[in-house]
């Protein structure tokens, strides 16, 4: 603390800056810390740039190979594996090996002894079948996607432990692709030999790996040459940026998926049919069957596939294919180059930046420290799980044993989080909407609290030895050891707090509700967060604004006007006249200026923003506010869409931001 006391200024400049690892630090530790040290205090104040440190940190200690991502050698693999090892491709998103594959029975003279199948339903007989012949005849026998049959894995796993009584001809080899899954048979992955592939990360890497699969017969082959390949140019751009922007993680995408090389070589085809048979360019069907029917056939979520509109709508437009170098992004080095033959393009991309600005997919620069945090968080979670989870006394030293330091953190920090939350009984006598919520809210709480304490109660015994520590009792053990929920607990409502926070949230949730129980009246302003179902006391709201209109309306007519407060919450004494206030909502992606009221740009590292509180108003027959007024993002847990001002900026300028409003935060 004295440093920062005395260096204020010193400590402020190496903290924003952009590479603190690398920066002096302030004072006397810059001398006396060494490597590690320095790790330590990157992790506590700039945890972005951990990884960073880490990665310096191997090569400088161990070497840049352990770094450095291999090449997979396929011929060398074969060389290395017999006729009963299987070969396993753990799948990446993005990533098939079938081409691999193809290409290296070319190579090796096993074309014609090359059988694949797409496991799925029904498929199981057709396996086993080319297992057995593969033995008998040497055939390389591929079986893609084990995961989408699992109810057959037990049997295959049988198939690879007879190949060793079989004998198989020299020749067989099975070939075995899945995801990652936790029912995929371990004996199968302990007996074969495992590899993984990851897509090439950039842009620039993308659109070079995409024009290779381009062919100069393809290339030349569309009657409409000059559009042809400026839109085949978009096109490459488009599938890169969708494949790259789920870096941001749920800034990128609510889901992440997998699209694949199918998808491009299906939208070619379709670019190319289309400009052969139409005299003018048919954008919107273009548009429709490339971004809502091939890509938009793996989105699932309908917020993710407006993002996916708002991409194609820019780059597959009139001025892609009319207007010289037409922009693809803000930044100045991204746009359709000069048209030319299939080496130019090639050329081209190679020029592009190995390092690409948030900026070239819309987003802030605050995205990418909130993706490095993600990562940071993944690293160190990690780390933990191969801690041991047996500390013997030798182990341990003179410290306190995992026991030791489990033991006596139930009582001291749960006996606050266990108020009596009883309800009024004049709440019984004729509910209104809003009441029978309170009561739904409380017996959830009140059933969460009990069983919070038996749950801690018996962990206590087992720590003991009075009780035998059963499986829900041990996991709870380690949770709490390494600070984490437990996930008996987190059944009543959604949470990514750590066990710390977790607990100080359940208190104020209880507060709130136990506080309307006391006054038998509904507060001024609702944190809607602390409720375990939040779209329930929004139907109730729209149940009790019905019931309030002396012409009978149905709650499926009503529908929500949102204004943002422009008082402190401090100072709102009083409900509004109509609707409810609900605070403790947070921007992500976005910030909120109070004197405009509408959205503006957060500042430098600002990963959330508080917004004021909302008033949530039911009107009738609303009709939907201009595309120009605003937009919402919700994240994956979606509870409602709120239309907020989108300021002098046009909106698709907020859905590529990814901007959330946010019920909770992760600590």
């Given at each position: 603390?004295?440093?920062?006391?005395?260096?204020?200024?010193?400590w402020?400049?190496?903290?924003?800056?952009a590479?603190?690892?690398?920066?002096?630090?302030?004072?006397d530790?810059?001398?006396?810390?060494?490597?590690?040290q320095?790790?330590?205090?990157?992790?506590?104040?700039r945890?972005d740039?951990?990884?960073?440190?880490?990665t310096?940190?191997?090569?400088?200690?161990?070497?840049p190979r352990?770094?450095?991502?291999p090449?997979?050698d396929?011929?060398?693999?074969?060389?290395?594996?017999?006729?009963?090892?299987?070969?396993v491709?753990?799948?990446?998103?993005?990533?098939?090996?079938?081409?691999?594959?193809?290409?290296?029975?070319?190579?090796?003279?096993?074309?014609k002894?090359?059988?694949?199948?797409?496991?799925?339903?029904?498929?199981a007989?057709?396996?086993?079948k080319m297992?057995?012949?593969?033995?008998?005849?040497?055939?390389w026998?591929?079986?893609?996607?084990?995961?989408?049959?699992?109810?057959?894995?037990?049997e295959?796993?049988?198939?690879?432990?007879?190949?060793?009584?079989?004998?198989?001809?020299?020749d067989?080899?099975?070939?075995?692709?899945?995801?990652?899954?936790?029912?995929?048979?371990?004996?199968?992955?302990?007996?074969?030999?495992?590899?993984?592939?990851?897509?090439?990360?950039?842009?620039?890497?993308?659109m070079?790996?995409?024009?290779?699969?381009?062919?100069?017969?393809?290339?030349?082959?569309?009657?409409?040459?000059?559009?042809?390949?400026k839109?085949?140019f978009s096109?490459?751009?488009f599938?890169?940026?969708?494949?790259?922007?789920?870096?941001?993680?749920?800034?990128?995408?609510?889901?992440?998926y997998?699209?694949?090389?199918?998808?491009?070589?299906v939208?070619?085809?379709?670019?190319s049919?289309?400009?052969?048979?139409?005299?003018?360019?048919?954008?919107?069907?273009?548009?429709?069957?490339?971004?809502?029917?091939?890509?938009?056939?793996?989105?699932?979520?309908?917020?993710?596939?407006?993002?996916?509109?708002?991409?194609?709508n820019?780059y597959?437009?009139?001025?892609?294919?009319?207007?010289?170098?037409?922009?693809?992004?803000?930044?100045?080095t991204?746009?359709?180059?000069?048209d030319?033959p299939?080496s130019?393009?090639?050329?081209?991309?190679?020029m592009?930046?190995t390092?690409?600005?948030?900026?070239?997919?819309?987003?802030?620069?605050?995205?990418?420290?909130?993706?490095?945090i993600?990562e940071?968080r993944?690293?160190?979670?990690?780390?933990?799980?191969?801690q041991?989870q047996v500390?013997?006394?030798?182990?341990?030293?003179?410290?306190?044993?995992?026991?030791?330091?489990?033991?006596?953190?139930?009582p001291?920090?749960?006996?606050?989080?266990?108020?009596?939350?009883?309800?009024?009984?004049?709440?019984?006598?004729?509910?209104s909407?809003?009441d029978?919520?309170?009561?739904q809210e409380?017996?959830?709480?009140?059933?969460?609290?009990?069983?919070?304490?038996?749950?801690?109660?018996?962990?206590?015994?087992g720590?003991?030895?009075?009780?035998?520590?059963?499986?829900?009792?041990?996991?709870?053990?380690?949770?709490?050891?390494?600070?984490?929920?437990?996930?008996?607990?987190?059944?009543?409502?959604?949470?990514l707090?750590?066990?710390?926070?977790?607990t100080?949230?359940?208190?104020?949730?209880?507060?709130?509700?136990?506080?309307?129980?006391?006054?038998?009246?509904?507060?001024?302003l609702?944190?809607?967060?602390?409720?375990?179902?939040?779209?329930?006391?929004?139907?109730?709201?729209?149940?009790?604004?019905?019931?309030?209109?002396?012409?009978t309306?149905?709650?499926?007519t009503?529908?929500?006007?949102?204004?943002?407060?422009?008082?402190?919450?401090?100072?709102?004494?009083?409900?509004?006249?109509?609707?409810?206030y609900?605070?403790?909502?947070?921007?992500?992606?976005?910030?909120w200026?109070?004197?405009?009221?509408?959205?503006?740009?957060a500042?430098?590292?600002?990963?959330?923003?508080?917004i004021?509180?909302?008033?949530?108003?039911?009107?009738?027959?609303?009709?939907?506010?201009?595309?120009?007024?605003g937009?919402f993002?919700?994240?994956?847990?979606?509870?409602?869409?709120?239309?907020?001002?989108?300021?002098?900026v046009?909106?698709d300028?907020?859905?590529?931001?990814?901007?959330?409003?946010?019920?909770?935060l992760?600590?």
């Amino acid at each position: 603390m004295a440093s920062f006391e005395k260096y204020p200024r010193d400590w402020k400049l190496w903290f924003t800056s952009a590479e603190p690892e690398k920066a002096p630090m302030p004072g006397d530790w810059e001398n006396s810390c060494n490597e590690l040290q320095r790790m330590l205090i990157v992790r506590s104040l700039r945890p972005d740039r951990v990884l960073f440190c880490a990665t310096t940190f191997i090569v400088n200690y161990l070497g840049p190979r352990f770094v450095e991502p291999p090449v997979l050698d396929m011929r060398a693999v074969v060389d290395e594996s017999t006729c009963t090892t299987p070969l396993v491709f753990v799948l990446s998103p993005g990533v098939d090996p079938t081409g691999a594959l193809l290409q290296l029975a070319e190579t090796t003279g096993m074309s014609k002894l090359f059988h694949a199948l797409s496991l799925g339903q029904g498929q199981a007989p057709i396996a086993k079948k080319m297992i057995e012949e593969g033995v008998k005849k040497g055939h390389w026998v591929f079986l893609a996607n084990c995961h989408l049959s699992l109810s057959w894995m037990p049997e295959l796993d049988k198939l690879v432990e007879q190949l060793e009584v079989q004998k198989p001809h020299a020749d067989f080899r099975l070939w075995l692709s899945s995801s990652p899954h936790p029912d995929f048979p371990i004996n199968i992955l302990q007996a074969g030999i495992k590899m993984t592939t990851e897509p090439p990360k950039g842009v620039r890497a993308n659109m070079k790996r995409l024009y290779h699969l381009v062919t100069e017969a393809q290339f030349t082959r569309c009657a409409k040459p000059v559009f042809y390949r400026k839109l085949l140019f978009s096109l490459c751009f488009f599938h890169s940026i969708l494949l790259e922007r789920k870096k941001f993680l749920q800034l990128g995408w609510n889901i992440i998926y997998g699209f694949n090389n199918s998808d491009f070589e299906v939208s070619e085809n379709l670019l190319s049919l289309y400009l052969n048979e139409y005299e003018q360019i048919p954008w919107d069907a273009l548009k429709y069957l490339i971004a809502e029917v091939n890509y938009g056939g793996h989105v699932t979520d309908d917020w993710d596939r407006r993002l996916l509109t708002t991409y194609i709508n820019d780059y597959f437009c009139e001025a892609a294919v009319t207007e010289p170098y037409f922009k693809l992004s803000t930044l100045a080095t991204y746009y359709i180059p000069h048209d030319g033959p299939l080496s130019s393009y090639k050329d081209f991309i190679n020029m592009l930046p190995t390092h690409e600005h948030p900026d070239l997919f819309g987003q802030h620069p605050n995205a990418d420290i909130a993706s490095q945090i993600a990562e940071t968080r993944s690293l160190f979670d990690t780390l933990l799980s191969l801690q041991p989870q047996v500390t013997s006394a030798s182990a341990a030293g003179a410290g306190p044993s995992r026991e030791d330091k489990v033991r006596p953190s139930p009582p001291a920090s749960w006996d606050k989080s266990e108020p009596n939350v009883l309800p009024k009984t004049s709440l019984f006598l004729d509910p209104s909407p809003l009441d029978v919520v309170l009561l739904q809210e409380i017996q959830r709480y009140n059933a969460l609290l009990s069983m919070i304490k038996s749950s801690l109660v018996e962990l206590e015994k087992g720590i003991k030895g009075l009780v035998v520590m059963s499986s829900s009792l041990e996991e709870t053990f380690n949770c709490m050891y390494d600070a984490r929920v437990p996930p008996l607990w987190e059944k009543a409502y959604p949470s990514l707090k750590p066990l710390a926070a977790w607990t100080r949230d359940l208190c104020q949730r209880v507060l709130q509700f136990s506080r309307w129980a006391e006054q038998a009246q509904p507060p001024n302003l609702f944190w809607l967060s602390g409720f375990t179902f939040p779209n329930g006391f929004l139907t109730a709201v729209l149940q009790s604004a019905a019931r309030q209109n002396k012409v009978t309306v149905s709650v499926d007519t009503l529908s929500w006007d949102f204004t943002v407060s422009s008082l402190e919450e401090s100072h709102i004494q009083n409900p509004p006249k109509d609707g409810v206030y609900v605070r403790g909502l947070y921007l992500e992606g976005a910030a909120w200026d109070k004197k405009a009221t509408c959205l503006v740009e957060a500042e430098p590292m600002q990963m959330v923003c508080p917004i004021p509180a909302i008033n949530f108003k039911p009107v009738e027959n609303r009709k939907k506010m201009a595309k120009s007024e605003g937009v919402f993002v919700p994240t994956s847990s979606f509870v409602i869409a709120v239309e907020l001002k989108s300021g002098n900026v046009n909106p698709d300028h907020w859905i590529k931001r990814g901007a959330a409003l946010l019920m909770s935060l992760d600590s």
